[in-house]
């Protein structure tokens, strides 16, 4: 009984059976390893984190500890003979149950340790692990307990079977063959353990990892949201500022009309009160009186004495400045992206295409922002910069250091090439094409695909456009160059790694029809 209690306290309490790769919790219960990890990965989606035994709670994902200990006790119990409860009884042990220690093959009976004693003391039979099965120990021809093994039908045999089919065979007693095989076994688990600690310590590297970008990701969540908490904040201001300048635009010019209305009222109540003498005398029927009246100016209209020159209108100049109210919103919005573009550390650059380095069939527009590929070839002079043979063209200025980010648009006609290159890039001959040697990185697009360049090392995507506008990210110091498509969600293309040793200028190829346009 002893045994079975001790193996109750062995037994996992998630899978209910003995312990494998014993771990222990800080509040001091212990699991199988993958047990407490499937239940922790389960409560990652919840949110939380606990014990399984006592509910003790945990913040954050709790470290594993291994229980060497316990997995030694584990594995001593289940090697020692008799200690593992196997479920199976003493035959003779009638008033309960008591587990059996060992079967005996000629009796085809299960003894505990006390009626063990009993049957060694008058038989001298074979005895074998508990088992309730005698068959498979006793040979199934003649009915006797196998003894022995021959290696070479790989079959256990009776001693009948000796003088039978296997006769002049080179055989082996049971237990012999038995221990040659477990030699074979240990030399295959010696083989086997090197790469379960391979795999081990890479699971365990790998766990790190995961933990390691958990807790960036953790991180970055927080930055973000303090991060528009704080544009949330500068927006508000923004707007306090633009309806501040509506509110004193509104302020001044109605200050204003007020102004004029009260000197109108003014004005229309003395006329009021002169149109109302005026009707007096009008009343007047005797002659000297009225003509000796002294008090009657006659109203002229268009005079400046009741209008003040104005006839009471605004002049179109009294009027809310939008202009005014549109710089003040946009110099405040234009602050916020600022502040948010110098938290980033990333440059917005201004890029300008090269004509002079412009292949005859690439036009360029005015703004020298659009590169478009032209049927016809332009009279242009070939200046050494310029590109022959292929259709390419490169910004005026480099990027040597900082991060940059910028946008271009792909009128999705034909084929183009978006990238960077140095330079000292070839300007005639296969070389001279971009992603053809070692000075220039692009990303390819044609119709439903997407490759990548490098040193004329090809790699088709699997992702198929879906958006003509694609954003191209650099980190000149850390050997970055990324290509993203604008859709929503924005999707990563590609990032090419490399130690940059010259200025990097934008390079653009385009090919029937093709156009491309600088967003930055």
Not at 292 to 301: A, G, K
Request: proline residues 4%; charged residues 30%.
């Amino acid at each position: 009984m002893a045994s079975a209690e001790l193996r109750e306290e062995l037994n996992c309490s998630i899978c209910l059976s003995l312990y494998t790769d014993p771990v222990s919790l800080r509040c001091g219960h212990n699991f199988c390893r993958s047990c407490i990890v499937s239940v922790l990965d389960a409560q990652e989606a919840a949110g939380g984190y606990s014990c399984p035994d006592c509910r003790a709670q945990y913040p954050e994902r709790p470290a594993l500890e291994k229980n060497r200990k316990l997995r030694n006790i584990v594995e001593h119990f289940s090697s020692q003979p008799g200690m593992e409860d196997t479920g199976i009884f003493c035959a003779y042990c009638t008033k309960y149950p008591v587990s059996a220690v060992k079967s005996c093959l000629q009796c085809e009976n299960t003894f505990c340790n006390d009626h063990l004693t009993i049957h060694n003391k008058t038989l001298d039979h074979t005895l074998i692990d508990p088992t309730r099965s005698f068959g498979n120990k006793k040979c199934s021809h003649h009915k006797k307990v196998l003894e022995y093994y021959c290696p070479q039908d790989a079959a256990c045999l009776c001693v009948s079977c000796l003088v039978g089919e296997h006769r002049g065979h080179l055989v082996e007693l049971l237990d012999e063959a038995s221990e040659k095989k477990k030699k074979e076994l240990r030399k295959y688990m010696d083989e086997l353990n090197p790469q379960k600690l391979d795999i081990q310590t890479r699971i365990q590297n790998l766990q790190h990892h995961k933990g390691k970008i958990q807790e960036k990701a953790s991180d970055k969540k927080k930055n973000i949201s303090k991060r528009f908490m704080d544009i949330k904040e500068q927006v508000e201001m923004a707007e306090k500022k633009a309806v501040s300048e509506v509110t004193r635009q509104e302020e001044k010019i109605v200050s204003q009309i007020s102004d004029l209305i009260k000197k109108l009222e003014i004005q229309e109540d003395e006329l009021s009160r002169k149109m109302h003498h005026t009707e007096e005398m009008c009343r007047v029927t005797d002659p000297i009186r009225l003509l000796h009246e002294n008090n009657i100016t006659v109203y002229s209209h268009g005079g400046d004495e009741c209008t003040g020159g104005d006839g009471g209108e605004v002049s179109s100049e009294e009027d809310l400045d939008e202009v005014l109210i549109s710089l003040t919103l946009h110099r405040s919005m234009r602050d916020i992206v600022t502040n948010v573009t110098s938290e980033l550390r990333v440059h917005a650059p201004d890029i300008l295409l090269d004509v002079d380095t412009a292949h005859r069939c690439v036009k360029i527009s005015e703004d020298l922002k659009t590169a478009t590929r032209s049927e016809e070839e332009q009279e242009k002079p070939v200046p050494p910069g310029r590109f022959v043979n292929y259709s390419q063209v490169l910004s005026r200025c480099g990027f040597s250091s900082r991060r940059h980010y910028w946008e271009v648009e792909w009128n999705q006609i034909g084929e183009c090439s978006i990238g960077l290159s140095y330079p000292s890039i070839d300007r005639k001959g296969k070389q001279s094409g971009i992603g053809y040697n070692d000075k220039s990185w692009c990303l390819y697009m044609y119709d439903v695909e997407y490759k990548v360049w490098h040193n004329s090392v090809t790699l088709a995507l699997s992702v198929k456009p879906t958006c003509p506008t694609l954003g191209v990210f650099l980190d000149y110091e850390a050997g970055r160059l990324s290509f993203y498509e604008l859709c929503d969600p924005i999707r990563h293309l590609h990032t090419f790694t490399a130690s940059f040793t010259e200025p990097l200028h934008v390079i653009f190829y385009a090919n029937h029809g093709a156009s491309v346009i600088i967003r930055s």
